[in-house]
């Protein structure tokens, strides 16, 4: 079988692609960087230096708190400093064993158990967990630490993801998982672990019950949005990624301009530049350029846009729906979104589709959910003295991309966007009301 230009199927299987990439992996946002690619994250490396050296004489260090916003190297750093520990204790005969724990996808404590009795280094056995209580597990885990290791490092990334979902009033898991570790010596005889929790929201602390607080007591490490200059840096270090030459001089000043104005993202920066490098593969071109950069910003937005949205309910999905269709259907230009007008818009949508609303409050916790994940901006305002306070939502993300990227993902959300005209008249109508 050929194809037009009279290529077999082996024949364009063998044709290389045009030279663009060198070495692709050194785009991968999850790859552990070399040091001499880390940029302006010397205090926090210092920091983390200075309170993980008791590792190297036997003492339990100090528990860390790490924290900033996405994209900050939190996670990267962590791993890399925690690696060059073990060769350090390696090289003097010792061991260190470093046990690393996301809990984006848990919802308990006793999953957060079992998935550390999983993750043990090999060699150290496994545990069986079936039938056993979350404290038996996390003794044994304790025990193979302590007997097959000099010293323990447990790192645990998202941990404000880890909460009881079935009841928002009891205290959320991640606060026994953090007491059970910080109290390891008084469940088994470990000495020496450590352990430091990564976030993007530090205030996930004001949860934690008043002996938690007093027992995991951490120190903190705090990241900041990389600037632009260092967001260049980070790209002319990751250049070698590509074939000398093919980068137009415009391409890592444009791309890192582009993810400085997205909160200083260093994750977004580097999605763009393999992004438009793919796009100018897929089009033979022979060169990256800046129009490459401004298409991959799009497609970046948008599979972020739709990795988020996978990952709601289909009741928030329908909350954020209305939020951003207020926002993209107003008849006049709207720079935030009233959040009595998103109310009863949503409750007009839940109307259509045959669907229960939610409750006001828990309405205010999705939006408080959105704008955690960077979705969304609030601020509160009043009309008036006589009127009290109400929530204005500001749109962080595109409203249209987003009106656009949950249709597509909810066959609910897409009966909707088949009613927009009779939408967009009651949205309308709702903001004149508020207004007038």
Request: hydrophobic fraction near 35%.
């Amino acid at each position: 079988m050929t194809d037009s230009d009279g290529l077999s199927i082996g024949d364009l299987v063998r044709t290389k692609e045009p030279a663009i990439f060198q070495n692709r992996k050194l785009l991968s946002t999850s790859r552990i960087v070399d040091e001499d690619r880390i940029v302006g994250r010397e205090e926090q490396i210092q920091s983390y230096v200075t309170l993980l050296q008791s590792l190297k004489t036997g003492d339990t260090p100090p528990n860390i708190l790490v924290y900033g916003p996405s994209g900050t190297g939190k996670s990267l750093i962590t791993h890399r400093v925690a690696t060059e520990f073990k060769s350090v204790l390696d090289e003097s005969g010792k061991s260190l064993a470093i046990i690393e724990l996301n809990c984006q996808w848990l919802n308990t404590n006793y999953q957060a158990a079992v998935e550390l009795a999983e993750s043990l280094p090999p060699g150290v056995g496994s545990i069986t967990v079936q039938g056993k209580s979350t404290q038996k597990v996390l003794k044994e885990f304790f025990n193979r630490l302590e007997d097959n290791f000099d010293a323990s490092l447990v790192v645990i990334d998202e941990i404000d993801h880890l909460v009881n979902p079935a009841d928002n009033k009891e205290e959320p898991a991640y606060s026994s998982l953090l007491y059970q570790l910080s109290r390891a010596e008084d469940l088994t005889d470990i000495e020496t672990l450590g352990v430091i929790a990564i976030t993007n929201a530090p205030d996930f602390v004001e949860e934690l019950d008043p002996r938690v607080d007093s027992s995991f007591n951490p120190r903190d490490i705090v990241y900041t949005d990389y600037d632009a200059d260092q967001l260049r840096q980070i790209l002319y270090r990751r250049e070698d990624a590509f074939v000398e030459g093919v980068l137009s001089d415009d391409v890592i000043p444009y791309a890192a301009a582009l993810a400085a104005q997205d909160h200083g993202d260093a994750r977004k920066a580097v999605d763009l530049f393999r992004t438009a490098g793919a796009l100018a593969l897929d089009e033979d071109a022979d060169m990256v350029y800046k129009h490459h950069v401004d298409r991959a910003q799009e497609e970046v937005e948008r599979d972020r846009l739709l990795e988020q949205a996978n990952g709601y309910s289909s009741g928030k999905k329908l909350v954020l729906f209305a939020t951003a269709a207020v926002h993209a259907w107003s008849n006049q230009p709207i720079d935030s979104v009233p959040n009595p007008v998103m109310q009863k818009v949503y409750s007009f949508m839940c109307t259509l589709i045959e669907l229960s609303e939610k409750s006001q409050p828990t309405l205010s916790r999705y939006v408080d959910e959105f704008e955690q994940g960077g979705l969304i901006e609030t601020s509160h305002t009043s009309r008036g003295f006589s009127s009290g306070m109400y929530r204005q939502i500001k749109m962080a993300r595109s409203s249209e991309l987003l009106v656009e990227t949950l249709s597509e993902n909810d066959s609910s959300i897409s009966d909707l966007v088949e009613d927009r005209e009779l939408i967009t008249s009651v949205v309308n109508t709702k903001l004149d009301e508020f207004y007038n």
